[in-house]
């Protein structure tokens, strides 16, 4: 929620290309203090994996697929008040 | 609401206000829908089911709320769901973790495990969908009570996965299971624990192209489908493998919308085409089953 002092949170899809980013990947996964929220994990070559990041990470290729939750977080959350208070 | 036809099912709700709208739903359809407690959380909130009337079984686990309106609109006008229901008793669970989707309100909208305390950790929740007594905690869970795939202390430790089984073995004669979940567009059926085919595979396999075929009808969405192990990745202690291991040979388990653009945070506006694109799938699931006795 918005009284916690985040870095702008983003949700970040990556594409691995062979099993050894795989294994990387998942060796992040338990890097507890990272506090990467893995929305989708890592399972194989090919399958997307989508991890809500505080922050960009390193040199393994991805692209952005939300860039700002908690925006989103906020107009979700009007949506609902405004029906509400209708 | 005063009433389901002023309900809106276009925006997110509170527990409260979906609780509500269960028994405005029962109110308004005494004859055909009635409120079942199958127990209570970790938190002590109730868990409810809602049973709607007729004589046969399919339960289907976590259902958008819009897809209720139709049930009771459609029963009576829709031919092929009048048959369902006039044999089929049909079992929804909406709320399926109430304690962690009110944490979601409350607190931190991207929880999805429980709320249960483990001891001797400082981390709270298990992974509902990693808790059940398939294949429990090999690989394909996580036995670290900080991770978001932690399957807890033992199978069915979750009060409110327990819940759920006691229901399922009480009632003895669930024809069919399916539950659901966000996101990635995906038809499901077991195993998620070993790559071992399960034995109906090929019926399997068919029903779930016939569901995705009828549910692209609507909009075009397109979903993949195959087993949890092979369509997605290695999962332990899944839903639909204890349920398929109880018997129920149509165990199945949707990701719904999207592929990731939005994720856990799809848009309001997607909820009503979400809902009705997906009805098609189970209806397709339900005729199955109606026609395929066993």
């Known amino acids: ?86 | 609401a005063r009433s389901t036809d002023t309900f809106n099912y276009a925006t997110y709700h509170t527990l409260e206000e979906i609780y509500d709208f269960l028994d405005l739903l029962v109110e308004e359809n005494p004859h055909l829908v009635s409120k079942i407690q199958i127990g209570n959380t970790y938190e002590g909130r109730p868990i409810y089911v809602l049973k709607v009337t007729s004589t046969w079984n399919t339960l289907l686990n976590g259902l958008p709320m819009q897809t209720f309106g139709k049930i009771t609109q459609d029963y009576g006008q829709d031919a092929a769901f009048t048959a369902i229901l006039d044999t089929m008793d049909i079992f929804l669970e909406i709320v399926t973790n109430p304690d962690g989707f009110a944490f979601t309100h409350s607190t931190n909208r991207m929880w999805r495990k429980t709320r249960s305390h483990t001891a001797g950790s400082l981390c709270i929740g298990v992974d509902p969908n990693r808790n059940w007594d398939a294949g429990f905690g090999l690989s394909g869970a996580s036995s670290n009570p900080c991770s978001e795939t932690y399957h807890g202390k033992f199978a069915n430790s979750e009060v409110e996965v327990k819940s759920i089984v006691d229901f399922v073995k009480d009632h003895g004669n669930i024809k069919a299971f399916i539950s659901i979940h966000s996101y990635s567009q995906l038809l499901m059926y077991p195993y998620g624990y070993k790559t071992e085919p399960v034995p109906d595979q090929d019926e399997l396999d068919q029903l779930s192209k016939a569901a995705v075929t009828a549910l692209a009808s609507l909009y075009g969405t397109k979903f993949n489908y195959g087993s949890i192990i092979k369509a997605i990745y290695q999962a332990s202690g899944s839903t639909i493998d204890w349920t398929y291991s109880q018997g129920i040979k149509y165990s199945f388990t949707f990701e719904l919308r999207d592929t990731g653009r939005y994720g856990f945070l799809l848009p309001a506006s997607q909820i009503i085409p979400t809902a009705k694109e997906t009805w098609l799938a189970l209806l397709t699931i339900m005729e199955h089953t109606l026609n395929h006795p066993y």
């Open chain 1, 1 to 86: 929620l918005p009284t916690l002092t985040l870095p702008r949170h983003q949700v970040l899809r990556i594409s691995v290309a062979d099993e050894a980013q795989v294994q990387k990947v998942k060796e992040l996964e338990d890097l507890e203090d990272l506090q990467l929220d893995f929305w989708r994990g890592p399972a194989h070559p090919g399958f997307p994996i989508d991890v809500r990041v505080p922050s960009p990470s390193h040199s393994i290729s991805y692209e952005t697929m939300i860039e700002d939750v908690q925006s989103l977080l906020e107009e979700e959350q009007e949506q609902m008040f405004a029906f509400r208070s209708r």
